[in-house]
């Protein structure tokens, strides 16, 4: 198993165009994180999935993000209309889910957005 | 709502000084503590994993403990080496409905030189 994956390493976009990232979890792991991180900073939660279910969705996750998780498997994380305040590092994570022992979260080298 | 902060920002040591990071916490109702390390450009590891009710973890050359009345947790490297060098996070997870979601701290950049 190589890990959680993320596709693109980098994207670099102009203000108004419209961006997904992919994010590949570990296989058997029925959970999935998204966290966005500015420079300097922690990560912040944006949502999660059970299996194909979202379960929470943060208050920073405007109408203009989008996630999905089909079959359990891969996620997505659209943004539209990008603007610059959306360049971050946009992080993924996986767990095996709930329970002692399972709830350990492994994260992948996250999608680098640069809105210009 | 959580709020975690970790002192100091920044921290720079000789190869070889045992050293402490500090992380608190607002909300001491959490399920379980976390620490991470995030090497430049590079996504998260986690180091140690510590349960509510638990008071301490150890790993090799790190400890990490957990006083969860008074809102504070502590990682302990001893006999540092270049290579620890990188930010280090601690993040908690309140559990409950909120099971899963972590709320982190803005890390403690480390940097050890020879």
């Known amino acids: 198993d190589t890990g959680v994956s993320q596709n693109p390493r980098h994207k670099i976009t102009k203000r108004g165009q419209n961006v997904t990232f992919r994010c590949d979890p570990i296989s058997e792991h029925n959970r999935l994180y998204w966290y966005r991180q500015t420079l300097g900073q922690g990560p912040e939660f944006l949502t999660y999935?059970?299996?194909?279910?979202?379960?929470?969705k943060s208050r920073l996750l405007s109408d203009r993000f989008s996630a999905e998780r089909p079959k359990g498997s891969f996620s997505t994380l659209e943004i539209q209309r990008t603007e610059q305040g959306d360049s971050a590092m946009y992080l993924c994570?996986?767990?095996?889910?709930?329970?002692?022992?399972?709830?350990?979260?492994?994260f992948g080298a996250g999608t680098r957005l640069s809105v210009l | 709502k959580q709020e975690v902060t970790q002192i100091p920002a920044a921290l720079s040591v000789p190869e070889g000084e045992n050293l402490v990071l500090n992380c608190s916490f607002t909300d001491s109702a959490i399920y379980n503590l976390q620490w991470f390390r995030q090497d430049p450009g590079k996504g998260l590891t986690s180091l140690l994993l510590?349960?509510?009710?638990?008071r301490e973890q150890t790993s090799g050359r790190l400890n990490a403990s957990l006083d969860k009345s008074s809102g504070r947790s502590t990682l302990y490297i001893a006999a540092s080496q270049p290579g620890d060098s990188a930010t280090y996070l601690c993040a908690v997870d309140a559990g409950g409905t909120s099971y899963g979601k972590l709320t982190f701290g803005q890390g403690t950049i480390l940097t050890v030189h020879p």
């Open positions: 999935f059970q299996n194909e279910a979202q379960l929470e």
């Open positions: 994570a996986s767990s095996l889910g709930s329970g002692f022992g399972k709830n350990i979260q492994y």
């Open positions: 510590i349960q509510s009710s638990q």
